[in-house]
């Protein structure tokens, strides 16, 4: 199968009524609500510390070829061009720039599937990797080498962002390149349900952050982050990341989204076979359309996966705070935000485990939680223990949803009442065996 660079013209926009249709076309009844679960990680030679290119027999693309006989069909961008992901059903393996792998698992009811699903990808992609030399590391930042270091990706798109990105933050090359994350992908049923998910999500963000903080170490050194992989963020495209305003002043809608989109800069127009770079907004790019031809429907849901916010809107909402961490620890991450979001009265204690801050001061409150992780405060109140409470909410809204799914927080709950984010471990045994293939021992997968 092809990834076709060719893309196929779509319905031109003509409002901004069409983009707000979108996400009404997203919304499904709570019956209907799904989880999806992405983990990224990175592949490592055994015993060494060298980044793996896509080419040679023990590179990225040989695992790919190694794991499409498990009854995956590869995509290419071309009939020729080399594999770039894997599909099986609406499971995908794909490659973000520098060779991370990642899992975009299917859409399951529940957290326990979503786990089940990552574990057998794990071993399946373990056991291809071995007889490569190659494992697989759990961390939310390269703690060695830098962007120059890196081999890049055979995929066209990634391209056109590693010559648009530059343009627009110090550290886009850093957050393509050098980080890996889990995320959490849900389902919403109106716009004021999208709407409290959102700003809920936006407002505990933070305290996810500390619990999955887990990239303290930076080109071989403390970074003084106990999660760099989110400091990165700051410097990619302020445009584009980050948190919007109107999740902090009670102005967040399906237009709020929008107009925040339409005023960032476009980062490629797929035409002609190619990835175009016009210098222009979404806003402007409806108005004057770009050589001669109207944007479209196609050019819109490109231009909302290159947006990327700390929560983010698509045909779901998906949570994107939490570094790569162990298997565990991953699938309590859908648990978590499954109690939270649909367990039955979850929101409702939710809402009023945090005080209200200001964006400024939520983004004061963010920033304590990436450098300090779980040993932060926020005011007077300790951030594990808000940590902890919130992962107990998630706990009795799974309880009452759904008991099997909520044994899956106790990886979490542990977590929060040591105080100690896993970052800590890994700076401490940094400092205690600085090896970069002792470090990358302790946090194989």
Same mark, same amino acid.
């Given at each position: 199968?092809?990834?076709?660079?060719?893309?196929?013209?779509?319905?031109?926009?003509?409002?901004?009524?069409?983009?707000?249709?979108?996400?009404?076309? !997203?919304?499904?009844?709570?019956?209907?609500?799904?989880?999806?679960?992405?983990?990224?990680?990175?592949?490592?030679?055994?015993?060494?510390?060298?980044?793996?290119?896509?080419?040679?027999?023990?590179?990225?693309?040989?695992?790919?070829?190694?794991?499409?006989?498990?009854?995956?069909?590869?995509?290419?961008?071309?009939?020729?061009?080399?594999?770039?992901?894997?599909?099986?059903?609406?499971?995908?393996?794909?490659?973000? %720039?520098?060779?991370?792998?990642?899992?975009?698992?299917? %859409?399951?009811?529940?957290?326990?599937?979503?786990?089940?699903?990552?574990?057998?990808?794990?071993?399946?992609?373990?056991?291809?990797?071995?007889?490569?030399?190659?494992?697989?590391? !759990?961390?939310?930042?390269?703690?060695?080498?830098?962007?120059?270091?890196?081999?890049?990706?055979?995929?066209?798109?990634?391209?056109?962002?590693?010559?648009?990105?530059?343009?627009?933050?110090?550290?886009?090359?850093?957050?393509?390149?050098?980080?890996?994350?889990?995320?959490?992908?849900?389902?919403?049923?109106?716009?004021?349900?999208?709407?409290?998910?959102?700003?809920?999500?936006?407002?505990?963000?933070?305290?996810?952050?500390?619990?999955?903080?887990?990239?303290?170490?930076?080109?071989?050194?403390?970074?003084?982050?106990?999660?760099?992989?989110?400091?990165?963020?700051?410097?990619?495209?302020?445009?584009?990341?980050?948190?919007?305003?109107?999740?902090?002043?009670?102005?967040?809608?399906?237009?709020?989204?929008?107009?925040?989109?339409?005023?960032?800069?476009?980062?490629?127009?797929?035409?002609?076979?190619?990835?175009?770079?016009?210098?222009?907004?979404?806003?402007?790019?409806?108005?004057?359309?770009?050589?001669?031809?109207?944007?479209?429907?196609?050019?819109?849901?490109?231009?909302?996966?290159?947006?990327?916010?700390?929560?983010?809107?698509?045909?779901?909402?998906?949570?994107?705070?939490?570094?790569?961490?162990?298997?565990?620890?991953?699938?309590?991450?859908?648990?978590?935000?499954?109690?939270?979001?649909?367990?039955?009265?979850?929101?409702?204690?939710?809402?009023?485990?945090?005080?209200?801050?200001?964006?400024?001061?939520?983004?004061?409150?963010?920033?304590?939680?990436?450098?300090?992780?779980?040993?932060?405060?926020?005011?007077?109140?300790?951030?594990?223990?808000?940590?902890?409470?919130?992962?107990?909410?998630?706990?009795?809204?799974?309880?009452?949803?759904?008991?099997?799914?909520?044994?899956?927080?106790?990886?979490?709950?542990?977590?929060?009442?040591?105080?100690?984010?896993?970052?800590?471990?890994?700076?401490?045994?940094?400092?205690?065996?600085?090896?970069?293939?002792?470090?990358?021992?302790?946090?194989?997968?």
């Amino acid at each position: 199968m092809s990834l076709d660079l060719q893309r196929a013209t779509s319905e031109p926009i003509t409002s901004v009524d069409m983009l707000l249709a979108g996400f009404r076309s !997203a919304e499904k009844p709570p019956s209907q609500h799904l989880l999806g679960l992405e983990h990224e990680k990175f592949v490592y030679p055994v015993q060494s510390a060298r980044p793996v290119p896509y080419e040679g027999p023990s590179g990225i693309g040989a695992l790919l070829e190694r794991l499409a006989p498990n009854g995956y069909t590869p995509f290419r961008e071309t009939p020729a061009s080399p594999a770039i992901a894997l599909q099986k059903g609406m499971l995908t393996i794909s490659l973000e %720039p520098g060779g991370q792998l990642e899992l975009s698992g299917s %859409p399951l009811r529940t957290a326990r599937e979503a786990h089940a699903e990552n574990l057998a990808h794990l071993a399946e992609v373990k056991a291809a990797a071995g007889p490569l030399g190659l494992r697989l590391v !759990a961390l939310g930042y390269r703690p060695f080498a830098t962007t120059a270091d890196m081999p890049w990706m055979p995929k066209t798109r990634y391209l056109a962002m590693r010559q648009s990105l530059p343009e627009r933050g110090r550290l886009a090359l850093n957050m393509m390149l050098m980080t890996s994350t889990g995320q959490v992908s849900l389902d919403w049923s109106s716009e004021a349900d999208c709407v409290r998910k959102t700003v809920l999500t936006a407002r505990l963000a933070p305290l996810m952050v500390a619990l999955y903080a887990n990239s303290p170490i930076v080109d071989g050194k403390p970074s003084g982050y106990m999660s760099f992989r989110n400091r990165v963020w700051d410097e990619v495209d302020p445009t584009r990341c980050g948190y919007l305003r109107s999740f902090f002043d009670g102005s967040f809608s399906y237009r709020a989204y929008v107009d925040w989109a339409l005023d960032a800069p476009i980062l490629f127009l797929r035409r002609r076979g190619e990835y175009l770079r016009p210098k222009m907004t979404f806003r402007q790019f409806m108005k004057d359309g770009f050589e001669g031809a109207p944007a479209d429907m196609s050019d819109w849901t490109d231009h909302l996966s290159t947006l990327f916010p700390e929560v983010r809107l698509k045909k779901v909402m998906e949570v994107r705070g939490a570094d790569c961490v162990s298997a565990p620890m991953t699938g309590a991450l859908a648990a978590l935000w499954r109690g939270l979001l649909y367990g039955p009265g979850a929101m409702d204690e939710a809402e009023k485990l945090l005080p209200q801050l200001s964006y400024e001061e939520h983004l004061a409150f963010h920033d304590t939680a990436r450098r300090q992780g779980l040993a932060g405060r926020l005011r007077d109140q300790e951030i594990h223990r808000l940590a902890g409470e919130m992962v107990a909410i998630a706990r009795r809204g799974l309880e009452r949803l759904d008991r099997e799914d909520a044994p899956l927080v106790e990886p979490l709950a542990e977590v929060a009442a040591s105080g100690r984010s896993p970052g800590q471990s890994v700076l401490e045994a940094w400092e205690k065996d600085p090896r970069p293939e002792a470090l990358l021992d302790r946090a194989a997968l």
